[in-house]
């Protein structure tokens, strides 16, 4: 596969720009709409509606790419993505209570919404891991030599890598899929208590939500 230098020297060179995980928040925000009415956070348009409002403000006020920092955008974005996480926190509940207790709950519905809520938490996690490792983009960006949270195979093995190469969401985000589809780190490893602690409940969130989800598919087919 064939890397394009230039890109890469140029995203080092300029910064992380903000909208891949802005479209993640955007993108887990939609999924809600997909939920069942049993596992909904109250109406199915408002907390969607205040979220999406919250998400543009911040994509106006965001730069193009993490190059200076703003503590009133930094706390903009951990609002909106905490937000968005608690909702899908919420949501998972549910989905344990109604999986378990079954009822007149129909099964099918719930089934589609675990997939739904299994794909948010792989997007939500990777943009927490995207904003906080080594304290974000930003912080990347301008102290590259400060201790990572997570160390990835590009840093172990620098001659496979541009020179001054850090990860980009994208790294993020595959990070977040191995770990919610393993249940534990792959190639990437968490270094600091706070990346364990988000890999161990992610990993968890996973397991339960697979788990339930496969179980109740079988009961559904058998």
Do not use: C
Not at 189 to 205: D, I, R, Y
């Amino acid at each position: 596969m064939r890397v394009d230098i230039r890109h890469v020297h140029e995203r080092i060179e300029r910064g992380d720009a903000f909208w891949p995980a802005q479209l993640a928040v955007a993108v887990a925000i939609l999924l809600n709409l997909g939920l069942s009415k049993e596992v909904l956070v109250g109406p199915r348009w408002v907390l969607p509606s205040v979220e999406a409002l919250l998400l543009v403000a911040l994509f106006v006020v965001a730069p193009r790419r993490a190059t200076t920092h703003s503590r009133s955008r930094r706390r903009l974005s951990l609002l909106v993505t905490g937000l968005v996480s608690l909702t899908n926190v919420v949501t998972l509940a549910l989905l344990v209570h109604f999986l378990v207790g079954g009822g007149r709950v129909a099964g099918r519905p719930l089934i589609l919404s675990g997939a739904l809520a299994w794909l948010t938490n792989v997007l939500l996690f990777a943009v927490w891991y995207w904003e906080l490792d080594r304290g974000g983009p930003v912080a990347r960006f301008r102290e590259p030599a400060h201790l990572p949270d997570f160390l990835f195979p590009q840093m172990e093995s620098p001659q496979l890598a541009p020179e001054g190469w850090r990860p980009g969401f994208v790294d993020y985000l595959y990070t977040s899929f191995t770990n919610a589809t393993a249940f534990s780190p792959t190639d990437t490893m968490p270094l600091t208590p706070v990346a364990k602690t988000l890999m161990g409940v992610q990993s968890l969130a996973a397991l339960v939500t697979v788990g339930l989800v496969v179980a109740r598919a079988v009961n559904i087919l058998a």
